[in-house]
Each structure stands twice: as structure tokens, then as C-alpha cells.
């Protein structure tokens, strides 16, 4: 079993920050790619921002220059440091995770169950 959990969403001004981590957990042998996204309402889930485990990094347009995504492998977790928000960043954040739980198994996709962020303006 694996599990994803988030912490470190919550109601913020516009031009504030926020900082948002996830913990993943259970029987892991290896995680790929780690990411969040996020889901407002009337929304789609969309792709915020991603990490490989070298370090490499993606971010949606929107994102540039005010989220970074950070990991720690050794403890398999993943932050995602928010700064200069907008009202538009109201979303549920989800953290998503590609892992392998044995060797040699194909790795799958898990999902933490969401946190909140609110901008208000």
C-alpha cells in the first residue's frame, strides 16, 4: 500500500505565500517523476508543476517565476513553495507521484487525497 499526504494549504491575501508539502508513504522501491496539480472548481485538473528525480523540472506558464517544486529522496517527499499569489491559484492541490513499489514492476501513478488554497483578493 502506498499512501500520498499533503499538509500546508490554507486561506492567504493575494501577494502572500504559501508553502505546500507531501509525504509519501508505504512500500516504495523507487519514485519517478513527482508533481502537483491542482483543480479549481468548474475545473479540470491541471498540471502545475513536476520533478524528476535527477532535479529536472517542468512549470505550467502561469507558475513561472513564483512556485518552485522541491524533493527529497531520501525521504520521499515533495514541497511546492508558492510565493506572490494570486486569486487565480484558488485551487484544491493534489500530489501526484509515479512510483514502482518493487523492482522490476511497472510503476503506477498515485494521488494524495487534496489541500485547499485560497487566495483571497
Known amino acids: 500500500q502506498v499512501q500520498l499526504v499533503e499538509s500546508g494549504g490554507g486561506l492567504v491575501q493575494a501577494g502572500g505565500s504559501l508553502r505546500l508539502s507531501c509525504a509519501a508513504s508505504?512500500?516504495?522501491?523507487?519514485?519517478?517523476?513527482m508533481g502537483w496539480y491542482r483543480q479549481a472548481p468548474g475545473n479540470e485538473r491541471e498540471l502545475v508543476t513536476t520533478?524528476?528525480?535527477?532535479?529536472?523540472?517542468i512549470y505550467t506558464d502561469s507558475v513561472k517565476g513564483r512556485f518552485t517544486i522541491s524533493r527529497d529522496n531520501a525521504k520521499n517527499t515533495v514541497d511546492l513553495q508558492m510565493n506572490s499569489l494570486r486569486p487565480e491559484d484558488t485551487a484544491i492541490y493534489y500530489c501526484?507521484?509515479?512510483?514502482?513499489?518493487?523492482?522490476?514492476?511497472?510503476?503506477?501513478?498515485?494521488w494524495g487525497q487534496g489541500t485547499q488554497v485560497t487566495v483571497s483578493s
Open positions: 501526484n507521484a509515479d512510483i514502482s513499489r518493487f523492482r522490476n514492476i511497472r510503476s503506477r501513478n498515485y
Open positions: 508505504g512500500s516504495i522501491f523507487s519514485i519517478n517523476t
Open positions: 520533478i524528476t528525480s535527477g532535479g529536472g523540472t
